[in-house]
């Protein structure tokens, strides 16, 4: 039993570091995950294209139908409408 586990484990980390566009994301997500999130910038525009908000730090944002949220300084910041961008920082490995 041990055995089928190490090899599932190997199995899955050889496909994580295989290269291919999709395993890259889904690592970066896990080390996101594990981290606290990613250094990225997120920016709100209104419709017309006036800035209204922007928060820079490590974490992760979620997004539903209606709203972005993420939680920065110990707060929950909650997006309902407007233009929400994204932007990962390159701030390399952490």
Do not use: P, Q
């Amino acid at each position: 039993m041990k055995k089928m586990i190490l090899i599932l484990m190997v199995a899955t980390m050889a496909m994580m570091f295989s290269g291919c566009a999709s395993c890259s994301r889904m690592a970066k997500s896990i080390g996101s995950d594990m981290s606290g999130g990613l250094h990225r910038t997120v920016t709100v525009y209104s419709n017309t294209g006036e800035k209204i908000g922007e928060w820079n730090g490590k974490f992760d944002v979620s997004s539903s139908e209606n709203e972005t949220y993420f939680d920065i300084d110990d707060k929950r910041v909650i997006i309902h409408g407007g233009i929400v961008i994204d932007e990962e920082a390159d701030h390399g490995k952490d």
